[in-house]
């Protein structure tokens, strides 16, 4: 069964300061990734996602995430924070393309303060 | 705009009482999402439906309900057997060649 580990349920990083959120995964195929962000009050949005093809991969807003098998491990990083930055952060995890009658498990996720 | 609208955005429920959350699509998606909400316990997932007319239990459907009489609409029913249904609501939806979630907004329900 597929699972996600976001480690750190909250985040606190100084503005311009390097943003490292983290997630391992648990797949007995090879996974498709995600991560998303929430704002308050508001629904999900995808930031980027790892369908098996570039390991690195860029996405919305300067953050990117690489892919590391041996890890299991996609974290999400951004060089230098800003204060829009601030929000919920999930990292999901399936194991089919299109997760038809697969479900997308999600983390639990990691709530990022942004210090001016 | 294209896009994904729960109704209502805040709702109330009484003791023994059933509601229903909205979630309409213009997107043209297939497949619809109900997640549930929790503070420190992510999204996880209480009903699906790939099409019409079709739907499927997720992880904790018990004490809710839904129906996919049309493409367009997902409605959620919170029943009186779900017996801690303080929680925030998302609807989602995608296309079958996609792997991208589309949210809506939210419904906040509370109990009174």
């Known amino acids: 069964a597929q699972s996600v580990t976001q480690l750190g349920s909250h985040v606190s990083v100084s503005e311009g300061a390097l943003v490292l959120l983290r997630c391992n995964y648990s797949?007995?195929?090879?996974?498709?990734l995600f991560w998303y962000v929430q704002y308050p009050n508001q629904g999900l949005q995808l930031l980027l996602k790892?369908?098996?093809?570039?390991?690195l991969v860029k996405g919305i807003n300067g953050f990117e995430a690489e892919f590391k098998k041996s890890e299991t491990s996609f974290h999400l990083t951004k060089p230098s924070a800003h204060m829009s930055d601030a929000a919920e952060y999930f990292c999901?995890?399936?194991?089919?393309?299109?997760?038809?009658?697969?479900?997308?498990?999600f983390g639990t996720g990691t709530r990022l303060t942004i210090i001016p | 705009d294209g896009g994904i609208t729960q109704s209502p955005k805040y709702l109330f429920r009484k003791e023994g009482q059933n509601v229903t959350l909205s979630c309409e699509q213009n997107?043209?998606?297939?497949?619809m999402y109900w997640y549930r909400q929790d503070p420190g316990q992510g999204l996880r997932l209480i009903y699906y439906s790939q099409i019409v007319n079709d739907f499927q239990k997720g992880d904790i459907a018990e004490g809710y309900s839904v129906s996919r009489e049309k493409k367009e609409s997902f409605p959620l029913t919170v029943t009186s057997a779900q017996k801690n249904p303080t929680a925030f609501y998302l609807c989602?939806?995608?296309?079958?060649?996609?792997?991208?979630?589309?949210f809506g907004s939210g419904t906040q329900l509370s109990v009174l």
């Open positions: 790892y369908t098996s093809a570039a390991t």
């Open positions: 997107l043209n998606h297939d497949a």
């Open positions: 797949s007995s195929v090879p996974p498709y």
């Open positions: 999901a995890v399936s194991e089919s393309k299109n997760f038809g009658n697969e479900k997308l498990t």
């Open positions: 989602a939806s995608k296309t079958d060649t996609d792997e991208k979630l589309f």
